[in-house]
């Protein structure tokens, strides 16, 4: 098993930025593949980005591409994704996940975290 604990979300007016981390524990490998979904009220959750566990091969969504980046330091810290030059349609509630690998699905889901932009 796999926990992840997100935090960084809350309020922010547009053109400022946020990061958010998400901490993982358990059972992880190498393999691993560590990714950000988001969900807006009345909408489906979507991609927002996705990086290998050793910190390469990074994977953006093209509505955040320019503006977002994910990142870790090393395989034991945490994942962050660094929210820039924000948007109001940006407001979600942002997940961190994972999965064993790159083709596989995401079978661990964080709580989430809120991220609210205001125009």
């Known amino acids: 098993q796999v926990q992840l604990v997100e935090s960084g979300g809350g309020l922010v007016q547009a053109g400022g930025s946020l990061r958010l981390s998400c901490a993982a524990s358990g059972r992880t490998f190498s393999t691993y593949v560590m990714g950000w979904f988001r969900q807006a009220p009345g909408k489906e959750r979507e991609f927002v980005a996705a990086i290998r566990w050793s910190g390469g091969n990074k994977y953006y969504a093209d509505s955040v591409k320019g503006r977002f980046t994910i990142s870790r330091d090393n395989a034991k810290s945490p994942v962050y994704l660094q929210m820039n030059n924000l948007k109001p349609e940006d407001t979600a509630v942002y997940y961190c996940?994972?999965?064993?690998?790159?083709?596989?699905?995401?079978?661990?889901w964080g709580q989430g975290t809120q991220v609210t932009v205001s125009s």
């Open positions: 996940a994972a999965k064993a690998a790159i083709m596989s699905v995401y079978d661990y």
